[in-house]
């Protein structure tokens, strides 16, 4: 009886720091999202729905905080999916030589902590020294010098470009992983009925492959609709509000003691992360092959 009930010892431990730590938090925020909670004034009072209408109605535009997290999301979760991809493909079918060499130099940014990234692309992409725009003046491409973290135009897509170079090789590896689980078997089927590679692929990989994309979809997803760390070292939001995303938002809020509407704001992204994800596993499993 012993051997059999020690177990759940485990169990029942991980449910009550579960608890401790995630649900009763949680709650808690769900709760201070309806009052006034900031750092002015020790009384917290009921405020029900306010905290909400100011993020819709505010002059600090949270809708456009929203549209720049919602921009960032989709971009990086369709670049990352389809250069992944590719590279996945091509380090498992087409490069033979020197492959595990090129799959962990793919997969070095992952490893990097994003701070370290960041910092080193606030350099590399700075408009007057950084050697981007250098190397382009050196070879002649003056034309496609730009002001890439400071000029409203260019700042979303720098910032877009980091995160895809930076998450790619991770996206990769698990993509690697689900092709190696193809049996060979169909590929071979294929080609003596007379099917091209790129018939094979949208027949066979993409179908069997569709497990692991909604996997890497939802990870991108989840990543993409709360960033902050990468955004807040590149350019802190800037130019402007070019590139503040909602995580942001939250920080900025809690920075200045308005601590009710960013946890109300907290909790919108909460609920809409959760539901987001769970209709993109339904979308997507349905494309699923048994």
Do not use: C
Request: net charge neutral.
């Amino acid at each position: 009886m012993k051997d059999k009930t020690y177990p759940f010892y485990f169990v029942i431990a991980a449910l009550i720091l579960y608890g401790v730590f995630f649900v009763l938090p949680s709650i808690m925020g769900f709760y201070y999202a309806f009052t006034d909670w900031n750092s002015y004034t020790t009384e917290v009072h009921w405020v029900g729905l306010d905290n909400y209408t100011t993020i819709l109605t505010s002059t600090k535009s949270y809708v456009s905080y929203i549209k720049n997290t919602v921009i960032f999301t989709v971009a990086t979760i369709l670049l990352k999916t389809i250069l992944a991809l590719g590279l996945a493909v091509l380090l498992t079918e087409g490069v033979r030589r020197f492959r595990d060499v090129y799959r962990a130099i793919m997969y070095l940014p992952a490893v990097l902590p994003v701070l370290v990234i960041s910092l080193i692309f606030k350099s590399i992409l700075n408009p007057a020294t950084g050697l981007l725009n250098s190397s382009l003046r050196a070879v002649g491409l003056d034309f496609l010098a730009q002001k890439w973290l400071v000029d409203l135009t260019w700042a979303m897509p720098s910032v877009i470009g980091v995160d895809v170079w930076r998450g790619v090789g991770y996206i990769m590896v698990i993509l690697i992983a689900g092709l190696q689980a193809i049996p060979r078997e169909y590929y071979e089927a294929a080609a003596i009925d007379g099917a091209s590679k790129w018939q094979s692929f949208l027949g066979i990989t993409l179908p069997l492959m569709m497990p692991v994309l909604t996997v890497t979809t939802v990870l991108n997803l989840l990543y993409g609709l709360k960033v902050f760390d990468i955004v807040f070292v590149l350019t802190n939001g800037g130019p402007g509000r070019a590139t503040e995303t909602v995580y942001t938002a939250i920080f900025q809020d809690f920075s200045k003691g308005r601590y009710g509407v960013a946890t109300a704001l907290s909790s919108v992204l909460f609920i809409v992360m959760i539901a987001l994800g769970y209709l993109v596993i339904r979308f997507m499993h349905q494309d699923e092959v048994e």
